[in-house]
Every structure is written in C-alpha cells, then in structure tokens.
C-alpha cells in the first residue's frame, strides 16, 4: 500500500476509489468494509479489484482478479465487487475455487470466448458478423498467445494479414474488433493496458475512398435493359434490383421482405424493426412501377417475396449480380454496386425539386437526434409523392417517349 494514502476505516467508497492518484509504482488500498478486498491503482491509473488468498493444496498466497473498476460495460461497481469476494469466499471454503479461475482468460483464444458471449451476443443484433471475424482473422493468428504478454507488433501483424491479402475493408473491421477486445480486457482487469489501444487504419494502410458513385440520368436506361435482359438472372433477382432503384431501400431489408408485409391495398410495405438498420419499423409507400414488379413474383415463395432458391435470398446474391454485367461486358459504364442506387435516388430527388429532409427520409436517414426523440413524423404521404416523381423520371429514361418534357424541368 502506498505509504501517503490513508485507507477509509469504514471502507471503500466511490468517492474515495475516484480520487486514488496514480504513482510511478502500482499500490493496493484495502476495503475494511469487505475483508481480503483491495483496490490495485496502476501506472497508467487503471483501477483493478482483486483477493488475495491462501491455496489450500500449497499454502502459498495467491490472487484473484475480479474486474476493472467502473459502472461501464465489462466493468465492476464497488458493490458488486464485493458480491463477486462473497461469491469467491464461498467457492473457496467449498474447494471450488478452481470453477471460479477457470473464467479469467489466459491466451488470446480463452479471452475471445468470454468476449463474444458476454459483450457481444447480448449487445449486438448480427453477432455473426464478429464471430466470423474472430474464428477467421484473430484466432488463427494470434489465438495461442497468452493475453498478458501479447504485444502491439503482434496486434498488428494480425491485421496486417488481413490487409495483405487484399481485404482492406475487412482490415478496418478487424482492426475495429481487436480494439474492442482488448478494451473488454481491460476493462474487465485481465490486462493492465490494450495492447490495440494505439492502433490507427491510416497507419495500417486501411485507406478506404469515400465512395461517391451514382448514377446519371442517361446511365439509368443502360442499367434497367441490362437488368431486363441478363439471360441467366432468377426472375426475383432482377425484380430485386429494380425495386432497389426504384425505393432506395437496403440490401438487408429488401431480401427479408415476407409477403405478409406487403399490403397492396394499401400500397405500402412494413419493414419489421428487426429488418432495419436503424431498429425502428418503417413503412415504404409503393408506386405502380414497384407493385407491378411485386405482383409478378407472387406464387414464386408463400413466404419471402424476393425468394433464393431455398426460401430467403442471401446478401451477396444481389452485388454479385450487378459484379457480372461488367465482367461479361454487358455495362459499359463505371462499376456500380446496388447501394450505390441510394446515393442515386437521394442525388436526382433534389434535382427534382424534393425537399432536403424528405429526400432524407425516403432512405430512412435520421433527421438528428432531437428529431428522432420528439418528431414522430414518418412523413409517409411526402415520400409517397417524391418517389411518385422519382419513379416516373427512371420510366422516362428507360422508355422515352417523343414530345414528353422531363420532369426535372417541369418541376
């Protein structure tokens, strides 16, 4: 214990835990309130909870780590330190303690199993996302190493694999994963300080351009034939797309759409939370162009609407789609991606004379936090007449017909 800090004779308190200095050398303050706990302050001001005990089988003074101290995720609160001793005390008297060790990870390996099932499967929608980065770019390269001596250079070779074979945008989310894991560490006291603490994309040549493309108007009719006429495309791939143009909506929510929430009717379609990137419903108001692809996809699948050949089409199908009329020639144009028709609707609904925020809106784009909190407004009859305009304005392009005045000047 350091010699200038005097420790609380009725026990640790927040206040007291919060104002500890930091010193050149680690000290530990006790907690006279829960007997054998203490609070370990690092160099670097890392606050750490931890016991020291007695192995019955040797004899010998050991310690046991509970977490970092804080009220943050992966962190411990002073009362539920001192739960984690009562529990600890407890397994010891009954030789249990070993179940107990057992959770603090040793190799990089043990750490990523306690993270992906306490930080990330309660936490994230698409946990499978990080497990596949886990199994695939951390584990098998830095897996084996014990977590308290792994150091930045081994860190950043294991991006560095990834950024080698040609995977920058999947580096950024490596590198993004890695920083995440090594905080829980520390947060959790298993580590004194992330050794990906200090990691930047720049420095790793994760440089990925901000991607700008869109389509003109003139290229919207090259698009829609080839889409038309590709000879091998499913009927649901090609509907796909053209929806896609035609509503702007995300990949992820188009491929999850069940007929039960498509309302013809109404002509509206529901898109569950759960299918959204933003985890709040949304209705799409649909034009005839759009009900006119739907409708020619009925009887296909009873569930989904834009069905793969076993029920629910795969994320990939649609971009790799669009990657096969450039490879075979049959675009001559600037490579577009299907997410690249979002940047082209939000572009042409300006020009067409559609307000700022209702462009916005016809994305599912946030308008602010404060809008988010107080304006519950879906502005669902103003997106039905902009994407009225912006639908008319693609059937114009790809069927021009004579002695027609663009909308975009008769705007």
């Known amino acids: 214990m350091a010699s200038n800090i005097i420790t609380p004779p009725k026990g640790l308190t927040d206040a007291f835990i919060k104002h500890l200095p930091t010193l050149d050398k680690r000290y530990e303050v006790p907690d006279k309130a ?34 970092r101290y804080g009220d943050g995720d992966s962190q411990l609160t002073l009362s539920a330190a001192r739960k984690a001793l009562e529990t600890a005390k407890i397994k010891h008297d009954a ?144 509907s796909g797309l053209k929806v896609l143009l035609l509503t702007g909506t995300r990949t992820g929510e188009l491929i999850k759409a069940k007929w039960e929430h498509i309302d013809l009717e109404k002509r509206e379609w529901f898109i569950p939370k759960e299918n959204t990137k933003t985890l709040e419903a949304w209705t799409i108001p649909l034009t005839n162009e759009v009900i006119n692809l739907i409708s020619e996809l009925q009887g296909l699948d009873p569930v989904y609407v834009f069905a793969g050949k076993n029920g629910m089409m795969t994320d990939k199908v649609l971009g790799r789609a669009m990657r096969r009329f450039f490879e075979s020639g049959a675009l001559d144009i600037e490579k577009v991606r299907p997410h690249d028709f979002r940047r082209t609707i939000r572009t042409h609904l300006e020009k067409l004379n559609v307000q700022p925020h209702i462009a916005e809106k016809c994305l599912n784009h946030s308008l602010g936090a404060i809008n988010a909190v107080y304006n519950k407004n879906t502005y669902l009859d103003e997106r039905r007449e902009a994407l009225e305009r912006w639908n008319d304005f693609v059937i114009l392009q790809v069927h021009p017909v004579a002695n027609v005045i663009s909308i975009q000047r008769a705007g």
């Open 34 to 67: 829960s007997p054998g706990l203490c609070i370990r302050v690092g160099t670097t001001g890392k606050k750490t909870f931890a016991w020291y005990y007695r192995d019955p089988e040797t004899n010998k003074r050991k310690m046991l780590t509970f977490g």
């Open 95 to 238: 030789g249990d303690l070993n179940e107990l060790k057992t959770t603090i990870p040793k190799t990089v390996s043990e750490l990523c199993e306690i993270f992906y099932t306490d930080r990330i499967l309660p936490h994230l929608r698409r946990p499978d996302a990080v497990l596949q980065v886990i199994e695939h770019d951390i584990i098998p390269v830095i897996g084996n190493k014990p977590i308290k001596t792994i150091s930045t250079v081994a860190v950043v070779h294991c991006v560095k694999c990834v950024v080698d074979r040609g995977a920058v945008a999947h580096a950024g989310k490596t590198t993004a994963i890695l920083k995440q894991l090594f905080k829980f560490a520390e947060g959790r006291g298993y580590i004194d300080r992330s050794p990906a603490y200090a990691l930047d994309k720049k420095d790793l040549g994760i440089v990925i351009p901000k991607r700008e493309r869109y389509l003109e108007a003139h290229e919207l009719k090259p698009v829609w034939d080839a889409i038309t006429n590709a000879p091998k495309m499913s009927l649901p791939v090609k």
